[in-house]
């Protein structure tokens, strides 16, 4: 067996950013389960504040979460899949092809999903989006039946990522989890850690994100 080298390839604040952003996509469900609105819109507002970060992050944050360090051609992804049932090394520094894709679909269906969520109504409960006041009643209508349906895709997309996760363990070989606990992967050979960039920068993008949210949902 040749040698490994433990390189870090996922910095701390695209860790917190992806469980932060499971666990609020699991409050925002509870809390539309149980009718509890202020807290379900406040979830919405800190997913958005979430996506702008990391959108931003993506061009501007360390290189393993750079949409330009992950994002591959289609035919790369379909490439990638071809040899998804060979036992092999995991040499990846980050995303694969086919996960890159996979983690833009996630981010445009949230990013979907609380954008139709400003919009939205529930004349059941005489609850309304922050932004609902912008446009018509029945564009606000067909935008609430909208944010249903994604939320739908959402699951089905969530279930397909867990599965991807599964087999690429049971499978490959791959353990795809611990690295964005720990940061770390083990790759064999030599291998170059991507450049990691100062924390303090990913607060600041998220602080600017959030202080946009705010006053998006507040004043307009």
């Known amino acids: 067996m040749p040698p490994t080298t433990r390189v870090r390839i996922w910095d701390a604040p695209t860790r917190l950013f992806h469980w932060v952003l499971v666990l609020l996509v699991f ?19 800190s997913i958005l504040a979430l996506l702008l970060f990391r959108l931003i992050w993506g061009f501007v944050g360390s ?3 750079r949409f330009c360090g992950f994002l591959k051609s289609p035919m790369a992804a379909i490439e990638h899949l071809k040899h998804l049932r060979r036992r092999e090394p995991d040499t990846e520094l980050g995303h694969n092809a086919a996960g890159g894709w996979m983690v833009l679909g996630l981010l445009g269906l949230l990013l979907l999903q609380v954008g139709t969520g400003l919009f939205s109504n529930d004349d059941d409960s005489f609850t309304e989006g922050p932004l609902k ?13 909208l944010h249903g349906f994604v939320f739908t895709l959402i699951v089905i997309a969530v279930a397909l990522h867990v599965t991807a996760i599964v087999v690429y363990l049971v499978v490959k070989g791959h353990n795809l989890v611990r690295p ?41």
């Open 27 to 45: 409050f925002s469900w509870l809390t539309q389960e149980n009718g509890w609105m202020d807290l379900h819109f406040l979830s919405g507002e």
């Open 133 to 145: 006041h912008l446009v018509s009643k029945s564009l606000s209508d067909w935008l609430s039946e």
């Open 180 to 220: 964005m606990i720990t940061g770390c992967k083990d790759i064999e050979g030599p291998a170059a850690a991507p450049a990691l960039v100062n924390p303090v920068r990913a607060v600041a993008i998220l602080a600017v994100a959030a202080a946009l949210v705010a006053a998006v949902v507040r004043f307009l």
């Open 63 to 65: 290189d393993s979460a």
